[in-house]
Each structure stands twice: as structure tokens, then as C-alpha cells.
């Protein structure tokens, strides 16, 4: 079964600053996609960054980048200069393809709140 | 319209009754898909649409619950003889071609309430 876990159900962070969100997953599959999205309370997802299996290097999206360590499948997100903005939930994504299908299966999500 | 549009915002239902949630998805866009998310959880696959067909309706929990895409647009989810464990935001999701080839775009979701 292919499954995401967010380990941390909450995190705080002042403005400005470094914060970064944990993510691991189980597949036994070589080539998935993996993302992290935003859930401001207007309960619209938002694509944060996305990350191929396939690929070394680190997707990188201004502010955003990962640390994707394939062998140990931990997928983090770090979140610099945080602003008031990037309050929200965030959900880490695993993308699951079987037969004809392609669906995401997401984590439970992890509360940040960036304070002033 | 520029994105994704869920139709009502709100509903709140009694036990026992019929309802039916719309997802107007961006225009041009093939992949449909449904969420349900669950107070403090990440939300769960549904029912997948490539086109008018359901490539993958293995999320839907029981018979209840049921979807069509008859024009390869407009999505309706319909729930038969609600319970209080459907209480729920319904998202729903669309897509060029499907999650592994682009970015799913979200709408803002549906917010069932089963009293």
C-alpha cells in the first residue's frame, strides 16, 4: 500500500525565518511524482512545489525547495524567509499510478503558522 | 471560468436525504477528480474521470455514492440517503491530462453537513 505520513501536526514560525516540514512515504514503486500543497483557510489546494523521482536534483520554486532523499523516501519541504502568507495547512502527496489510473494520495497535513 | 467552480459553497442536509454537488472544471482540461476531506485529515480519493468515463472509482465508500461526467465537463457527485459520517468538504480537482503529468487544480470545495 502506498501511504504518506506527516509526523508533525503543527508547527510555529516567526517571520523571516527557516521552517521546515517533514514528509516520508512507502511505495515499492521506481517512478512517482511527489508534492506539497497549500491549504489557506479558503480550503483551495495550491500547488507548492513538485518533485520527479527520477530526478537527483532538488526542485527549487523561489522561496520553497525539498530535500528529497529517494533511499530513505523522505520528501521535506523548507520554507524560507516565511511570511504572514504562507500560514496554512500543507499537505504532502505522493502520485500513485496503477493501470489506467492516476490519483494523489495525500498525508494528514501539518498546521504552520507563521507569526509577526 | 479562470478555475475550478464547486457549486453550492455550503449544504447543510438531514439524515436520509438526496444530494448532488457540481464541479465546473477549467475549460479544455480532461482529467476530473473527487476528494473528500474529513476535519483534521488530508483528503481521500473517490472517483477519478478521463473524459465521460471513470477510469477509477475504487475511492467511492459505498452505493451510495455515485459520479457522472456525461459531457467530459461538468461533474456531479450524488449521494444517496446521507449520513452524519458524510459530513464532509467534497474537493474536487481537474487536470490536462491526469496528476502525474501537470498540476491538479483544486476548487474551493463543497461543505456537506449531514445533521
Known amino acids: 500500500a502506498q501511504t504518506v505520513t506527516q509526523s508533525q501536526p503543527e508547527m510555529s514560525v516567526q517571520e523571516a525565518e527557516t521552517v521546515t516540514l517533514s514528509c516520508t512515504y512507502d511505495?515499492?514503486?521506481?517512478?512517482?511524482?511527489l508534492f506539497w500543497y497549500k491549504q489557506p483557510p479558503s480550503r483551495q489546494m495550491i500547488l507548492v512545489i513538485r518533485q520527479e523521482a527520477y530526478k537527483q536534483q532538488n526542485a527549487t520554486e523561489n522561496r520553497f525547495s525539498v530535500n528529497f532523499q529517494k533511499a530513505a523516501k523522505s520528501f521535506s519541504l523548507k520554507i524560507s524567509d516565511s511570511q504572514l502568507g504562507d500560514t496554512a495547512m500543507y499537505f504532502c502527496?505522493?502520485?500513485?499510478?496503477?493501470?489506467?489510473?492516476?490519483?494523489?494520495?495525500f498525508g494528514k497535513g501539518m498546521k504552520l503558522t507563521v507569526n509577526p | 471560468g479562470a478555475g475550478v467552480s464547486q457549486t453550492p459553497s455550503n449544504k447543510v442536509t438531514e439524515k436520509g436525504k438526496y444530494v448532488e454537488l457540481r464541479c465546473d472544471p477549467i475549460?479544455?482540461?480532461?482529467?476530473l477528480y473527487w476528494y473528500r476531506q474529513s476535519l483534521g485529515q488530508g483528503p481521500e480519493f473517490l472517483i477519478y474521470?478521463?473524459?465521460?468515463?471513470?477510469?477509477?472509482d475504487s475511492g467511492l465508500p459505498n452505493d451510495r455514492f455515485f459520479a457522472v461526467r456525461p459531457e467530459g465537463s461538468v461533474s456531479t457527485l450524488k449521494i444517496q440517503r446521507t449520513e452524519r459520517g458524510d459530513s464532509a468538504v467534497y474537493l474536487c480537482?481537474?487536470?490536462?491530462?491526469?496528476?502525474?503529468?501537470?498540476?491538479?487544480?483544486f476548487g474551493e470545495g463543497s461543505r456537506l453537513t449531514v445533521l
Open positions: 511505495t515499492s514503486e521506481n517512478n512517482y511524482y
Open positions: 475549460s479544455g482540461h480532461t482529467a
Open positions: 502527496a505522493f502520485m500513485l499510478k496503477q493501470g489506467g489510473s492516476e490519483k494523489l494520495v
Open positions: 480537482a481537474s487536470s490536462k491530462r491526469g496528476a502525474g503529468s501537470g498540476e491538479l487544480f
Open positions: 474521470f478521463q473524459g465521460t468515463g471513470a477510469a477509477d
